[in-house]
């Protein structure tokens, strides 16, 4: 964690699918162009940023067809899709050093709470062991890349956020992913909980846009530890 209150230089957005990640993102870094501040380098979801050429969306391409564009990438391998998007993501964060060495403020869409909800909720669908896989996942992860200095969970009503999903890439989700984005929701809470100190709970149905859009304003906005 960055010490004294700093401003986060690795920042991600978390939530299930329609809670606005985004959108919310693409609010902050117009607000900042339009008040000629640098904006954050946004590093979209699962690396969908540059050319074929890229690692990282190679990787992501091999899950893609694998699992014939399954929405979570499921091909019924849950232990090497795991490995795969952890390389995926542990790409991003190599993509970035530079950057983030240079001073540079990074949010990644999505980043490794994602990977570590969604594939503990994978590799555990009938039990209770995807809470305990999920930190096991964050611990390990960790030791190939840091974790987000802040991660901002953006929370809403399942079915709200779902349906609004739903609409916006015209398909209709299954019973069965129903299940997985409430298990999800309530697996990014229970993280949040545990890690206070890192997360950001934001939730649609107690702020509007506005009061969104300020408070991750804000967080961007901490300075730094005062000089020695």
């Not at 870094?29 to 008040?35: A, K």
């Not at 909720?121 to 062991?129: A, E, S, V």
């Not at 896989?133 to 840091?146: D, E, I, K, N, S």
């Amino acid at each position: 964690m960055n010490e004294n209150g700093s401003a986060p230089k690795l920042l991600s957005i978390e939530g299930i699918n329609g809670v606005g990640k985004t959108y919310l993102t693409g609010l902050v870094v117009e607000q900042l162009t339009r008040d000629g501040e640098d904006p954050p380098v946004v590093l979209e979801e699962f690396s969908r940023r540059s050319t074929d050429t890229d690692l990282g969306r190679r990787l992501l391409g091999t899950l893609v067809q694998a699992s014939g564009g399954e929405r979570f990438l499921r091909a019924g391998y849950p232990g090497s899709e795991t490995l795969l998007l952890l390389a995926v993501k542990t790409h991003d964060y190599e993509s970035v050093l530079d950057l983030l060495a240079a001073g540079r403020t990074v949010i990644e869409g999505r980043s490794l709470h994602t990977t570590a909800v969604y594939q503990s909720l994978i590799t555990h669908p009938d039990d209770d062991n995807a809470y305990s896989f999920a930190t096991t996942l964050l611990r390990h992860a960790a030791l190939y890349r840091p974790l987000p200095d802040r991660t901002v969970l953006l929370t809403d009503d399942v079915e709200a956020a779902v349906h609004r999903a739903e609409v916006r890439n015209a398909e209709t989700f299954t019973a069965e992913q129903w299940v997985l984005h409430r298990r999800a929701a309530a697996l990014f809470e229970r993280l949040a909980a545990d890690d206070p100190d890192r997360f950001l709970v934001l939730d649609r149905r107690e702020h509007d846009t506005t009061a969104l859009t300020a408070a991750l304003l804000e967080l961007l906005a901490r300075p730094g530890p005062s000089p020695a």
